[in-house]
C-alpha cells in the first residue's frame, strides 16, 4: 500500500512568523515530494492561523497550500482536514474547492488492520478554565454568527491580529512548556481513560500541543503528539506496518 501522512499545526498566515511565505513554500514543497507516495494525508487542525469563512468571502492568502491541496485531491488522495481551535470556523469551501474531507471532531477509522483515533486535541481532558471559557465561545453559533455580521475587512483582520497577540505572548511566557509527564500531559490522560472503554485503538495521534511525543500506552497502543510546522516540521508516516515520526528538512529529507 502506499503511505499515510499526519500533520498538524502549521499556523499558515500567522503574522508573528518573520517569513511567512517561505514557511508557507517549505509545506507545499513537503506535499509535492509526498504526492505520488501518498494515498492519504491527515491534517490534525491549525494549519491556518487563522479561518474564517463567510458564504461568498475567505481570507486572502494561502494560495500555493491550497493549490497543491487541490492538485492532491485531483490524483486521487484523500485529504483529510481536521478543523483546529485557530481554524475551527470553516463551512464548505475547502471541500466543494479543494475536494478535501472535513473533520469537525474526533474521529476513529481502520487503517490497514489498525484503528487509529485522531484528533487536534484541544479540549481534550484541559483543565484551563480560561481556555475552555473561550473555546466555548468560539463554538458558540450565536457568536460565530454576530462575528460573521462585521465586515470581512476589519474582521479578518481582527482575527489575525488577535492569533498574532496570543502567539506572541505565548512566546513571552516561555512558548509551549515540554511534556509534562504521562500524569499530567492532557492529551496524555485522556488517552488513557478512553484507552479503557475503547481497547482496540492501536494508535493515538494529536496535534495542538507543539511537541513531539511517541509513547507506549500498552502493548498494543501508542500515542503519538506530531509536533508543529513552524519550527521542528514534524509529520508522521503510516506504511501499512509501522508508523514513524519524522522531522522535515527541505532539500535534505528524503521522502
Known sequence: MKNIYFISDAHL???????????????????????????AVYMLGDMFDFWFEYRTVVPRGFTRF?????????????????????DLWCTDYLEKECGVILHRGPQTVELADKVFYMSH????????????????????????????????????E??????????????????DPPYKGEDKENLVVF?????????????????????????????TTRILILGDWITECTYAVYDGENIFLENYIEGETRL
Open 121 to 156: 486535541g484541544d479540549g481534550l481532558a484541559d483543565k484551563d478554565w480560561k481556555f475552555t471559557l473561550l473555546r466555548a465561545i468560539f463554538h458558540s453559533s450565536v457568536c460565530r454568527f454576530l462575528f460573521a455580521g462585521i465586515h470581512p475587512r476589519w474582521a479578518v
Open 191 to 219: 488517552a488513557k481513560q478512553y484507552l479503557k472503554e475503547h481497547p482496540d485503538i492501536n494508535y493515538f495521534l494529536f496535534g495542538h500541543r507543539h511537541i513531539e511525543l511517541d509513547l507506549m500506552l500498552s502493548r
Open 13 to 39: 498566515g500567522c503574522l508573528a512568523l518573520p517569513h511567512p511565505r517561505q514557511h508557507e513554500r517549505r509545506l507545499v514543497h513537503f506535499l509535492d515530494g509526498i504526492k505520488h507516495k501518498a494515498s
Open 66 to 86: 491550497l493549490g497543491k491541496v487541490s492538485e492532491l485531491t485531483d490524483l486521487g488522495v484523500e485529504v483529510h482536514f481536521f478543523t483546529g481551535n485557530h
Open 158 to 175: 481582527l482575527g489575525r491580529k488577535w492569533a498574532r497577540h496570543s502567539r506572541l505572548k505565548h512566546a513571552r511566557q516561555g512558548g
